[in-house]
């Protein structure tokens, strides 16, 4: 795969360019504004970066051109279909058309690995599925006889794959259904994984993390199951707040079941030079607000317990709602990747009725199969926001990404 940058006033100065040298076949991966350097640089206009991909043909032997129906559609697939999905990106937000806004402060490490994921989710599954299940030679009219039972069988894989990785069948049969003239014959592959590519990506939507309050502090909820990494979650929140952001941050604690998780988070609390306090009651809560109204932050872990436990919600509830009118609030829901699907169903309901939150999941890295993600994504409608992938603090968390996860859903590698 061949991978440049160009630059030049516009950005379709700069994708004419880029055609010139690579020609037609490039697919347009991302957009920036590129500051000029030097000593007079600032007599000069700033300049349009675009950073394209283009699939390789590989040699092939002269005794030997012609490839499988499937893999011919699939490699067709690879570069439109990337095409095809950033283009809906754009147009639902999710990839910036205007250089000089969200893009302005990427790196280009972070430029390269967003196009390695969206290209390896689609060449992954002729890697490791397409090529393995069909070895037939098939000549240009054979081709086009068996196009319509070679989108059903291709559907069948992307179905199958979905399952594979716990998506449950009646979102993947959703997914499967909302195709378009799927029934219609010579539906090309390319149509195909893009239109599931991009449903997938934007059901799960843009990442929704914590942000500033618009007047003084704000204050955040972690609730959730016991065991699932609240307070190890807590504390990589609060570190990137400190550490690289400089926030004002407070860590109360209303656990005050488990002597051992106030512990932890005090610690946190005493290395990170930030006040600490454990809270037993929504009057004290209510307390801590005036006391600390002029720090950024106020992160606050609560008890894990049993769903089914009529006192602990209620409790919880009046907890969650004691602060809405005194502060600028919102609550973060965290659960594990490895919970099953129907307690995590049970879980979620649990704590829907108690009050709007977003989602947060964790333990990645004790996983291979994400479709739990998609499934509660679905389920509840609650906005993701991050996931964990092991126990370091502050570096094994970060921001919800789609795209990457959906790569994993429809077959590709982990990363």
């Known amino acids: 795969m061949i991978i440049k940058k160009y630059q030049a006033k516009t950005e379709a100065e700069a994708l004419e360019n880029a055609k010139k040298e690579l020609g037609q076949g490039i697919v347009l991966m991302n957009v920036r504004p590129v500051k000029p350097k030097g000593l007079f640089s600032f007599l000069k206009s700033p300049v349009t970066e675009i950073t394209v991909a283009l699939e390789e043909e590989p040699e092939q032997p002269k005794t030997d051109r012609r490839e499988t129906a499937q893999t011919i559609a699939f490699h067709s697939a690879v570069s439109e279909a990337a095409q095809a999905v950033t283009e809906k990106l754009k147009e639902s937000g999710d990839i910036d058309r205007e250089p000089g806004r969200a893009q302005e402060n990427r790196t280009d490490g972070r430029n390269k690995k967003e196009i390695e994921e969206r ?25 086009d006889t068996n196009t319509e039972s070679e989108s059903v069988a291709f559907l069948k894989l992307l179905y199958n794959t979905m399952i594979a990785n716990e998506i449950h069948e009646k979102y993947a049969n959703q997914f499967i259904d909302n195709l378009e003239k799927i029934d219609q014959p010579n539906v090309p592959m390319d149509y195909i994984l893009s239109g599931i590519y991009q449903k997938m990506v934007l059901k799960f939507g843009v990442s929704s993390v914590i942000t500033p309050a618009e007047n003084g502090a704000k204050l955040v909820f972690f609730i959730g199951p016991t065991g699932v990494g609240k307070t190890t979650t807590i504390a990589k929140i609060a570190s990137k707040f400190c550490v690289e952001q400089k926030k004002k941050v407070v860590l109360l604690t209303a656990d005050t079941y488990r002597i051992a998780a106030a512990e932890q988070l005090r610690t946190y609390a005493s290395i990170l030079d930030i006040p600490f306090r454990v809270i037993y009651s929504p009057e004290e809560i209510q307390s801590a607000i005036r006391d600390f109204q002029n720090v950024d932050y106020i992160l606050v872990d609560t008890a894990g317990h049993s769903h089914n436990n009529e006192a602990q919600r209620e409790a919880m509830k009046e907890l969650l709602h004691s602060v809405d009118d005194l502060i600028e609030s919102e609550t973060y829901l965290v659960v594990s990747a490895t919970t099953k699907y129907r307690d995590l169903i049970s879980i979620t309901d649990t704590y829907t009725d108690m009050v709007r939150y977003k989602l947060i999941f964790t333990k990645l890295d004790e996983t291979q199969l994400l479709g739990n993600l998609l499934n509660v994504r679905m389920h509840t409608g609650a906005e993701m926001s991050y996931v964990t992938c092991g126990q370091n603090v502050p570096d094994d968390i970060e921001e919800f990404n789609p795209q990457k996860t959906v790569k994993q859903l429809l077959g590709g590698k982990k990363q």
Request: avoid cysteine.
């Open 119 to 143: 290209l390896d989710n689609l060449r992954s599954l002729i890697e490791e599925n397409l090529v393995k299940s069909d070895k037939t030679v098939v000549t240009k009219e054979e081709e």
